[in-house]
């Protein structure tokens, strides 16, 4: 009698964890879901990049950017950008977008940043660990990626934490540009 009721009992046990277990592979994957359907949705912040130019040097999490040269047709353009609508800012990126697929189809074997005017001035920006680092594809998606993909020589725009004070900028958002 004993032993049946002990082979009842763990019957019973292993059931009770299989039915568990079962919940807990349901809600990994319900999150795993979302945290891909959060990485295809990534934004890029709203403000412009407070840092644009091509990476010099990585040492650990801290990178040394060239900054681009800054003139004064491409602030004004900036400028009238901001004042548009949302519908004119996309029918306008529509149009960039048809040009450059043109021009690169043109130009498939030169480097695009062989146009590139560097003003000569470094900045260093620390991006700490969990820091959103994006590649742009080009054509308005973004690919994720890890602080280690980094490397010298990409171009790159990096948004800075905003109230940081402080010698030492901290990037928010990094985006790759494609090569």
């Known amino acids: 009698m004993k032993k049946t009721s002990i082979i009842i009992m763990a019957l019973m046990i292993l059931i009770s964890a299989s039915g568990c277990s079962s919940d807990i592979a349901q809600k990994e994957s319900t999150t795993s879901e979302a945290a891909t359907i959060e990485a295809i949705t990534t934004p890029v912040?709203?403000?412009?990049?407070?840092?644009?130019?091509?990476?010099?040097?990585?040492?650990?999490?801290?990178?040394?950017?060239?900054?681009?040269?800054?003139?004064?047709?491409?602030?004004?353009n900036m400028e009238q950008e901001a004042l548009l609508t949302d519908e004119e800012k996309a029918t306008k990126q529509a149009e960039k977008r048809a040009a450059n697929q043109a021009e690169n189809a043109d130009n498939t074997e030169k480097n695009p940043l062989e146009n590139v005017e560097l003003s000569g001035e470094i900045k260093d920006v620390v991006i700490p660990v969990g820091t959103k680092v994006v590649q742009s594809t080009g054509t308005g998606e973004f690919?994720?990626?890890?602080?280690?993909?980094i490397v010298k020589g990409t171009s790159v725009k990096i948004w800075l934490i905003e109230d940081e004070e402080g010698e030492v900028a901290v990037a928010e958002f990094v985006q790759l540009q494609i090569r």
């Open 45 to 76: 912040p709203e403000r412009k990049a407070e840092v644009m130019g091509i990476i010099k040097n990585v040492i650990g999490n801290e990178v040394s950017v060239s900054l681009l040269l800054k003139n004064a047709e491409s602030e004004e």
């Open 143 to 149: 690919i994720d990626l890890n602080i280690g993909d």
